[in-house]
């Protein structure tokens, strides 16, 4: 990866985000023959698969019945790499500017991009897609835990062969934890969950499983104290007024994250909660500016990994017509598309 590119970079297209939709979206756009700055500010590829998820299975993406954060994010990198794109990692979008005195006019596009980060390095660009998922995100803590993090206290599940005849506590009634009970329930010696609320709010069918898992699940509780020496030893738990010790040696807090679109929303985009809103297209209300993945909303947005990736398809396409006047929206199929930038390799 070339994470040490020059102060100013110019490119066809910077796309803004190395999660999933934002790798693929790098890959298609190598396919139309785009040059491309891939741009995000954490500090290795892969979004949140790899910054919360990296040892959580994924079941929605087409022909992969089941694959685990780490393994999509790694097969999406390499993919990514086939476009060539320039990476700035650990790096984050500040200002947007358009049509700026040095960009000039390129290809017939009707104007060109200058995005600066917060390193203070220019990207000039004939479009630009944000891929930025929830933006930049902070795990919500757990007040009691800090002064046993790395001592038990983990907010995501890594390595699951560490956790083999232990003891543990998961907090959280969403779908990380939820899953994450299920997958450490055939290999920790106990799993408990602990959730504020009255019902789970995780999917269904995670739910029944949990159910028939032989986990203990403790509801309209929270975890209000934690002890040991040297490494955790328990819990303590309070439901109403009474409350309880709980034995455990490692506890996973799920509680979700603080998300922000950052600078983002200082860019004149049409916004609605924390999403963009797009067209059909994928089109912001910037001409050039085109948004995917989680980070956009439209009437039906399903999201998913699977939709994002189609949604960087739509865009690129659309883009690249935007960027070469002339040129189709749907260039053919991707065995015919491969032939051309198989050559250019080379």
């Known amino acids: 990866m070339n994470d040490s590119a020059p102060a100013a970079i110019d490119a066809d297209v910077l796309i803004i985000g190395a999660g999933p939709s934002g790798l693929f979206a790098s890959y298609y756009a190598?396919?139309?023959?785009?040059s491309v700055v891939l741009l995000d500010s954490l500090t290795q590829p892969g979004g949140q698969l790899m910054a919360l998820y990296p040892d959580k299975p994924i079941y929605d993406v087409a022909g992969l019945p089941e694959v685990m954060g780490s393994a999509l994010a790694a097969s999406?990198?390499?993919?990514?790499?086939?476009?060539h794109p320039t990476w700035l990692l650990g790096e984050q979008s500040v200002e947007l500017l358009t049509a700026a005195p040095d960009c000039g006019e390129s290809n017939g596009a009707t104007r060109r991009f200058a995005v600066v980060t917060d390193r203070g390095r220019r990207i000039t660009a004939g479009g630009v897609i944000i891929a930025a998922g929830i933006g930049s995100f902070q795990t919500r803590r757990l007040?009691?835990?800090?002064?046993?993090l790395d001592r038990g206290v983990q907010y995501t599940l890594r390595n699951i062969g560490s956790y083999v005849d232990v003891d543990v506590a998961i907090v959280g009634g969403g779908d990380s934890a939820v899953d994450w009970a299920n997958m450490l329930c055939p290999v920790a010696r106990s799993v408990t969950l602990i959730h504020r609320r009255r019902t789970l709010t995780a999917h269904p069918k995670s739910v029944n499983q949990l159910q028939r898992s032989g986990a203990r699940v403790i509801l309209d509780s929270e975890v209000v104290a934690m002890h040991g020496d040297n490494w955790l030893e328990a819990i303590t738990v309070r439901t109403g007024d009474a409350r309880e010790t709980v034995k455990t040696q490692a506890v996973i807090a799920a509680l979700g994250h603080i998300a922000n679109l950052g600078p983002l929303l200082k860019w004149g985009l049409r916004v609605e909660g924390r999403q963009i809103v797009v067209d059909s297209t994928m089109a912001t209300n910037i001409s050039g500016v085109f948004a995917v993945g989680d980070v956009t909303t439209y009437p039906g947005k399903v999201r998913i990994m699977a939709?994002?990736?189609?949604?960087?398809?739509?865009?690129?396409n659309n883009l690249a017509a935007q960027l070469n006047p002339g040129q189709p929206i749907f260039p053919g199929h991707s065995t015919e598309l491969m032939a051309p930038a198989t050559a250019r390799e080379g």
């Open 30 to 34: 190598g396919l139309r023959g785009l």
């Open 76 to 83: 999406l990198t390499t993919q990514a790499e086939l476009a």
């Open 143 to 148: 007040s009691c835990a800090e002064g046993y």
């Open 307 to 316: 939709v994002g990736f189609g949604e960087a398809a739509t865009a690129v």
